[in-house]
């Protein structure tokens, strides 16, 4: 898989100092990755879930999450957020226009 916008997704993991590791960790999955559906994601990231056209991980225990698109055509991710378990609950994230 490749993922777009990796750069965008590290500066976004600056602001949460503790959340690094686990992101380039997951960032070191992706790129060896050949996911044809969701259920391959889940085979390694069994939280993984399908909200509206986006992928949702969980990370660090759920604290997290990291919301993409997945094309598995194309074998691109496309990074679109970073949030905390509270800004997530809030769903402002859904206005997104992808959603």
């Not at 777009?4 to 600056?14: E, F, G, T, Y």
């Not at 259920?39 to 399908?50: L, N, S, T, W």
């Not at 194309?74 to 402002?92: G, I």
Request: glycine fraction near 4%.
């Amino acid at each position: 898989m490749h993922l777009i916008s990796i750069r965008k997704l590290r500066d976004d993991a600056v602001i949460y100092p503790d959340i690094n590791q686990a992101i380039e960790a997951w960032y070191a999955v992706v790129k060896k990755a050949d996911w044809e559906k969701l259920e391959d994601v889940r085979k390694i990231y069994r939280d993984a879930e399908a909200v509206g056209n986006f992928t949702v991980f969980n990370i660090k225990g759920n604290k997290y999450r990291l919301i993409v698109g997945i094309d598995y055509v194309s074998q691109t991710v496309y990074y679109k957020y970073l949030l905390t378990h509270a800004d997530y609950d809030k769903e402002k994230w859904k206005n997104d226009p992808y959603f």
